[in-house]
């Protein structure tokens, strides 16, 4: 199926439910955010207290179980992310909707990434290997830089061309 379809009839099945999912885009996407990003530095705090094996055990069960709730979290900002829709798009400056552009198809990207890594990170969990670990840590060190870059241009649609801010007159 091609993803431009799959957004489309995603997009479709959102506006005509009775629930608003665009709206709670940005609070999903802190999440999306944070949570990856503090199951990083715990996968690297596992990785370097080795020594120690229980508290490295720790660290690597609480940072697999931040990941995974990263990934739903990922899964739920790409699909708000989609009721936002190309309404938000049409009010924008030719500027704003270059960067839109480069927004969504980035959130896109970045979602196919996280979907990668939680298939790569159950694979490491079943065998068990160190350098799969140290594989996955560069890739997601590598795909948070790119969801980082995507937060800014986000903010940067809100802040700089006001993308989905209601005004009254």
Same mark, same amino acid.
């Not at 990856?36 to 720790?58: M, R, Y």
């Not at 049409?90 to 500027?95: G, K, M, R, Y």
């Not at 979602?111 to 996955?136: E, M, N, Q, T």
């Not at 060190?141 to 903010?155: A, D, E, N, P």
């Given at each position: 199926?091609?993803?431009?379809?799959?957004?489309?009839?995603?997009?479709?099945?959102?506006?005509?439910?009775? +629930?608003?999912? =665009?709206?709670?885009?940005? %609070?999903?996407?802190?999440?999306? !955010?944070?949570?990856?990003? &503090?199951?990083?530095? $715990?996968?690297? &705090?596992?990785? /370097?207290?080795?020594?120690?094996?229980?508290?490295?055990? &720790? %660290?690597?069960?609480?940072?697999?179980? /931040?990941?995974?709730? =990263? &990934? +739903?979290?990922?899964?739920?900002?790409?699909?708000?992310?989609?009721?936002?829709?190309?309404?938000?798009?049409?009010? $924008?400056?030719?500027?704003?909707?270059?960067? %839109?552009?480069?927004?969504? @198809? $980035?959130? @896109?990207?970045?979602?196919?990434?996280?979907?990668?890594?939680? !298939? /790569?990170?159950?694979?490491?969990? $079943?065998?068990?290997?160190?350098? !799969?670990?140290?594989?996955?840590?560069?890739?997601? @060190?590598? @795909?948070?830089?790119? /969801?980082? %870059?995507?937060?800014?241009?986000?903010?940067?649609?809100?802040?700089?061309?006001?993308?989905?801010?209601?005004?009254?007159?």
């Amino acid at each position: 199926m091609d993803i431009s379809r799959l957004e489309t009839s995603l997009y479709n099945a959102m506006n005509n439910s009775l +629930f608003d999912f =665009g709206f709670y885009h940005p %609070y999903v996407v802190d999440f999306a !955010i944070t949570l990856p990003i &503090v199951a990083l530095f $715990l996968h690297f &705090v596992s990785i /370097l207290t080795q020594a120690d094996e229980n508290s490295s055990k &720790v %660290y690597y069960r609480v940072s697999n179980m /931040l990941f995974f709730i =990263g &990934v +739903f979290f990922m899964i739920f900002a790409y699909i708000t992310g989609i009721a936002e829709g190309n309404d938000v798009r049409e009010v $924008l400056s030719v500027e704003g909707r270059g960067v %839109y552009d480069a927004h969504r @198809t $980035l959130g @896109t990207y970045i979602v196919i990434a996280f979907i990668f890594l939680s !298939i /790569l990170k159950i694979i490491s969990l $079943l065998v068990k290997k160190d350098p !799969i670990r140290y594989i996955f840590g560069t890739l997601i @060190t590598i @795909t948070l830089l790119i /969801l980082i %870059y995507s937060y800014v241009l986000g903010i940067s649609l809100v802040y700089d061309y006001g993308a989905g801010v209601l005004c009254s007159s």
